[in-house]
């Protein structure tokens, strides 16, 4: 090809798209158009060739020409997006060709990224639901996601559109049946009985991806299902035996489909389940086997004496992992359900020997320190621990070992005091992990303060074993998931999720305040530094330090708080009702101060923050929830131009709301 910033090379490329035998095969033409693209110097001759495909005859022209037009802009960089170019777009979704139309709106989306994506008004919206019918399966998914965007006006317009709609929630598509679902749940937010319709009907689907040959999608639905029995438990009992685990899926499935099976558990399927699940202990694979025994422990916090009669009989098997998973499930389960001490004490001797993890260890330890009383050779089972003491590789197995031994010597004295000593001797002097001398240090100190004071530490008040098993069974509302439906946030779990996409957060955009006013007045701090002690917020973000115990009082926020312009305005998620007393003890922990703060239940409910960093800069702060399970508004002055610094503090108030939303909900 001739020199590409030239006439000729210019010449050329329209050369190739006006060709009718490129034009005439599909493949060859967008080959052409993309290839040309990537080339260096040649963008800025390109939108007049690229503006003629997207008027040509041949649809399959206009769709490499639409496709084209998001490569072009993207490979420019941050140069201004063309408006022209952007209206012949939104005038092509009302092509005549669908494929035209789903390419418009993936080119819109990628061009006016940084304005928020392509908008979706009523007329496109009517427009896109006219054209649902002539759509293939990906392009019906697409602009499913799409009209996420669109609120209706009305609730006649609303139901309209699900009716309008309802039919794909029967398509043979996986794809289209969870985008279908997704935008029905979000928009029938106020309609919780229409919420639940459509989780019934989407039972069949959903039941049919998680048998799939295709383990991608098996295992997806799968985290569907359970994100689903968190609103909804026992919404798949009666299909349980579908979850039962196929000898040919891999590892990763059966674990989610023994998850699932433990929240379908009832009074009617609770033998079948247990059963089933006995079959996979033995499994060949040790994480399979631990994984289905840890899956009985936690059905034994309800069904207590058939899981504990079926944990016994497996520990008779002898076998290393397999005693080692049940002694952990038996840890987890006294500490839960007091009530089933005794007979978990009953089947602990004898099965010392075949623990060789570090995890089963402890966990026979703890049983023996807490309970000791109840085994009769619970001091000879942990003299034996004492002994190899100095060949155990793991130092969290002598710190429990020093804390079960001092417990037990509460119990039985004339058994454990000769080892005791032994062990603190062996912790003091020659242990090199410092974690472990310190811990024995810890407890020798504590013995000499007298037996009454290590029994105030050391030994609790217990549950009382006739309370039985007390845990917060509440069922999440659909609306605190609904927006994570069809996305990866079930598969990763919502913490994890909220990590992965902390490395791409949403920019809040901060205004470029003029505050030369108030930094070259002559007037002092309104907050004066009455304490040297800071705390350090976010290291590793930046170098904010906020000063604690500083206020302001109401009048001295309003006059500052009216003389500042606006540097940061920026939307936070929340679910539920707001706890003011929660919120202002969270806030108080970072150096936020509360100036006012609505009382719970009011709306809209409003908060007004101060803070002072070191340097004395003021942030002041607006929260605003106009309704429950809605965004928070959060307006954010500062009254000296710092970016950085600003961010550093949106970033602590984001992480202190954050963990309060996740405490509400």
């Known amino acids: 090809m001739p020199y590409l910033g030239g006439e000729e090379a210019l010449r050329e490329l329209r050369r190739a798209l006006a060709n009718p035998?490129?034009?005439?095969?599909?493949?060859?033409?967008?080959?052409?158009?993309?290839?040309?693209?990537?080339?260096?110097?040649?963008?800025e001759y390109l939108q007049q060739p690229l503006l003629s495909g997207?008027?040509?005859?041949?649809?399959?022209?206009?769709?490499?020409?639409?496709?084209?037009?998001?490569?072009?802009?993207?490979?420019?960089?941050?140069?201004?997006?063309?408006?022209?170019?952007?209206?012949?777009?939104?005038?092509?979704?009302?092509?005549?060709?669908?494929?035209?139309?789903?390419?418009?709106?993936?080119?819109?989306?990628?061009?006016?990224?940084?304005?928020?994506?392509?908008?979706?008004?009523?007329?496109?919206?009517?427009?896109?639901?006219?054209?649902m019918a002539d759509l293939d399966q990906w392009g019906q998914s697409e602009v499913l996601t799409f009209l996420l965007r669109y609120r209706p006006r009305s609730e006649e317009e609303l139901f309209d559109i699900l009716n309008l709609l309802d039919?794909?929630?029967?398509?043979?598509?996986?794809?289209v049946v969870m985008a279908a679902t997704k935008l029905f749940l979000v928009l029938a937010r106020e309609y919780p009985h229409v919420q639940a319709d459509v989780l019934v009907?989407?039972?069949?689907?959903?039941?049919?991806?998680?048998?799939?040959?295709?383990?991608?999608?098996?295992?997806?639905?799968?985290?569907?299902v359970r994100q689903i029995l968190g609103s909804l438990p026992g919404h798949f009992s009666s299909h349980y035996k579908k979850f039962f685990c196929s000898y040919?899926?891999?590892?990763?499935?059966?674990?989610?489909?023994?998850?699932?099976?433990?929240?379908?558990?009832?009074?009617?399927?609770?033998?079948?389940?247990?059963?089933?699940?006995?079959?996979?202990?033995?499994?060949?694979?040790?994480?399979?086997?631990?994984?289905?025994?840890?899956?009985?422990?936690?059905?034994?916090?309800?069904?207590?004496?058939?899981?504990?009669?079926?944990?016994?009989?497996?520990?008779?098997?002898?076998?290393e992992h397999i005693t080692s998973a049940v002694v952990q499930a038996f840890r987890d389960l006294v500490w839960l359900c007091p009530q089933c001490t005794d007979?978990?004490?009953?089947?602990?001797?004898?099965?010392?020997?075949?623990?060789?993890?570090?995890?089963?260890?402890?966990?026979?330890?703890?049983?023996?320190?807490?309970h000791g009383e109840k085994v009769p050779n619970a001091p000879y089972v942990l003299e034996e621990f004492v002994e190899n003491v100095k060949s155990e590789m793991f130092p969290a197995v002598k710190m429990e070992l020093l804390t079960a031994l001092v417990r037990l010597f509460l119990s039985r004295p004339a058994e454990c005091q000769d080892m005791l000593g032994r062990l603190l001797y062996y912790c003091i002097e020659e242990e090199m992990d410092m974690a472990v001398r310190d811990r024995g240090l810890f407890y020798y100190r504590?013995?000499?303060?007298?037996?009454?004071?290590?029994?105030?530490?050391?030994?609790?008040?217990?549950?009382?074993?006739?309370?039985?098993?007390?845990?917060?069974?509440?069922?999440?509302?659909?609306?605190?998931?609904?927006?994570?439906?069809?996305?990866?946030?079930?598969?990763?779990?919502?913490?994890?999720?909220?990590?992965?996409?902390?490395?791409?957060?949403?920019?809040?955009?901060?205004?470029?305040?003029?505050?030369?006013?108030?930094?070259?007045?002559?007037?002092?701090?309104?907050?004066?530094?009455?304490?040297?002690?800071?705390?350090?917020?976010?290291?590793?973000?930046?170098?904010?330090?906020?000063?604690?115990?500083?206020?302001?009082?109401?009048?001295?926020?309003?006059?500052?708080w009216l003389s500042l312009?606006?540097?940061?305005?920026?939307?936070?998620?929340?679910?539920?009702?707001?706890?003011?007393?929660?919120?202002?003890?969270?806030?108080?922990?970072?150096?936020?101060?509360?100036?006012?703060?609505?009382?719970?239940?009011?709306?809209?409910?409003?908060?007004?923050?101060s803070a002072q960093d070191d340097a004395g800069c003021l942030f002041l702060t607006e929260l605003l929830l106009e309704a429950a399970d809605s965004e928070m508004q959060v307006s954010v002055k500062q009254s000296e131009a710092k970016p950085e610094a600003l961010q550093t503090f949106i970033s602590a108030l984001r992480t202190v709301m954050g963990a309060v939303a996740g405490l509400g909900s």
């Open 167 to 175: 039919g794909y929630l029967k398509s043979s598509s996986p794809s």
């Open 54 to 131: 997207l008027r040509d005859k041949a649809s399959y022209v206009r769709r490499a020409a639409v496709l084209g037009c998001a490569k072009m802009l993207k490979l420019q960089g941050d140069c201004e997006v063309d408006g022209a170019l952007v209206n012949e777009l939104y005038s092509l979704l009302r092509d005549q060709d669908p494929i035209v139309v789903v390419n418009c709106l993936r080119a819109l989306e990628e061009i006016l990224k940084k304005e928020g994506g392509v908008v979706i008004n009523k007329p496109i919206a009517h427009h896109l639901l006219n054209r």
């Open 343 to 370: 007979a978990v004490c009953r089947a602990l001797p004898s099965c010392e020997d075949a623990i060789q993890d570090s995890e089963g260890k402890r966990a026979l330890i703890w049983l023996l320190g807490a």
């Open 446 to 560: 504590l013995l000499q303060s007298g037996v009454e004071e290590v029994k105030w530490v050391l030994c609790s008040p217990k549950s009382d074993p006739s309370l039985g098993l007390l845990e917060d069974q509440t069922e999440r509302p659909v609306n605190t998931w609904a927006s994570e439906f069809n996305t990866l946030a079930p598969v990763y779990g919502r913490e994890r999720w909220a990590l992965v996409t902390a490395h791409q957060p949403a920019e809040p955009s901060y205004a470029c305040s003029s505050c030369t006013d108030s930094r070259n007045s002559d007037t002092e701090s309104l907050i004066s530094e009455g304490s040297k002690e800071v705390l350090k917020v976010h290291p590793n973000t930046g170098s904010l330090t906020l000063i604690p115990d500083v206020y302001l009082t109401a009048e001295q926020f309003e006059k500052t």
């Open 248 to 319: 040919s899926e891999p590892h990763y499935i059966k674990c989610q489909k023994m998850e699932v099976l433990c929240e379908l558990v009832n009074d009617e399927n609770v033998q079948q389940v247990l059963e089933e699940l006995k079959g996979y202990c033995t499994d060949v694979s040790v994480e399979l086997a631990q994984g289905a025994i840890f899956a009985i422990g936690n059905i034994a916090r309800t069904y207590t004496e058939q899981c504990v009669g079926i944990l016994t009989e497996l520990l008779g098997l002898q076998q």
């Open 21 to 43: 035998h490129v034009q005439a095969d599909r493949l060859r033409y967008r080959a052409a158009v993309l290839r040309v693209i990537r080339m260096p110097g040649i963008q």
């Open 565 to 609: 312009d606006m540097s940061c305005h920026l939307s936070l998620p929340w679910c539920g009702t707001v706890h003011p007393d929660t919120i202002q003890t969270a806030l108080h922990v970072v150096h936020i101060q509360t100036i006012a703060m609505s009382k719970a239940g009011v709306q809209p409910w409003k908060a007004y923050l």
């Open 201 to 224: 009907r989407v039972k069949g689907p959903l039941l049919s991806a998680c048998t799939s040959e295709s383990r991608e999608l098996c295992f997806t639905a799968l985290c569907h």
